[in-house]
């Protein structure tokens, strides 16, 4: 099992930045990647950015150039650094893991607000 504590959420001005975090324990030596996706009501939860164990990123094109994943192998943490935020970005951020025997996990979510 893993467990998902993320942090950081909150309210930020349009242009603004912000840093979530994501902290992982219990079997994380199986985990393939980690990343965070996104949901606002009535839409279906979207793909931020992935960060694999061999440090390869991925990003939404929504995101690229303004969001940035990175990890803490010491602390066992994943961020996700949040620049030049635009309204849209405004939603419930959830971290996401995924192991290499096939098994999703998910934090409870932390809201991330921007205001215009």
């Known amino acids: 099992q893993v467990q998902l504590v993320e942090s950081g959420g909150g309210l930020v001005q349009a242009g603004g930045s912000l840093r979530l975090s994501c902290a992982a324990s219990?079997?994380?030596?199986?985990?393939?990647?980690m990343g965070w996706y996104r949901q606002t009501p009535g839409k279906q939860r979207e793909l931020v950015a992935t960060i694999h164990t061999v440090g390869s990123t991925n990003y939404a094109d929504s995101v690229k150039g303004r969001f940035t994943i990175s990890r803490d192998s010491a602390k066992n943490t994943v961020y996700l650094q949040m620049n030049r935020a635009k309204p849209e970005d405004t939603a419930v951020y959830y971290c996401h893991a995924y192991s290499y025997l096939g098994t999703d996990y998910w934090g409870k979510g932390t809201l991330v607000t921007v205001s215009s």
């Open positions: 219990g079997d994380i030596f199986r985990l393939n990647h």
